[in-house]
């Protein structure tokens, strides 16, 4: 019989002020860790129409230069209700000393994606430096987002498309409250 393996050593900080102790160079993206909860719109030419939708956003780390990031989102019919899931894509954004952000992000969906950016001030703005796609993949040519605190408890994001055919253009927004 195999022992089971014990409790991870590590666990993730969800909060600048939990251990782990955050690395240095996080310093300009503390204000992201945690749970975040909201609804946003969103859209684009090739689909059938606007939608609403719902979304959760977690970023945490370990005490390295990194944050672990993971989203997912659900569709919401005309009454907020909950009608299937949508989006999903989990990475990791490493900070550098010089404050740039480069940000790995997968999606279930065959698409990887390697983004550059700046956090500044309260805003994080990353925009495609590469994507990859599996075979089957739609062909996404560049993406960007925008990260922004309104306030400590409060992230609106936003989300720009290149993708099948399409220049670059409106693809999500969302305003998220941040949980606990």
Not at 62 to 88: H, K, M, N, T
Not at 143 to 152: A, C, F, M, P
Request: aromatic share 8%; glycine share 10%.
């Amino acid at each position: 019989m195999v022992d089971p393996a014990p409790e991870h050593p590590y666990p993730d900080g969800h909060r600048p002020d939990e251990a782990p102790a955050p690395h240095a160079l996080l310093e300009p993206v503390l204000g992201l860790l945690g749970s975040w909860y909201g609804r946003g719109e969103g859209g684009y030419p090739t689909l059938t129409g606007d939608f609403g939708y719902a979304q959760e956003l977690t970023f945490s780390h370990d005490g390295r230069p990194f944050l672990r990031y993971e989203a997912r989102a659900w569709l919401l019919d005309a009454d907020d209700a909950p009608l299937r899931p949508s989006a999903r894509e989990c990475g990791w954004w490493r900070l550098q000393p010089d404050g740039r952000v480069e940000a790995l992000i997968t999606q279930p969906t065959g698409i990887a994606e390697i983004m550059v950016g700046r956090a500044t001030g309260n805003t994080i703005d990353l925009s495609t430096h590469e994507v990859a796609l599996a075979p089957t993949a739609k062909k996404v040519n560049a993406t960007r987002r925008r990260y922004t605190l309104t306030d400590d408890d409060t992230l609106t994001f936003h989300h720009d498309l290149e993708a099948v055919g399409q220049p670059m253009q409106h693809h999500l927004s969302a305003r998220l409250r941040r949980r606990g």
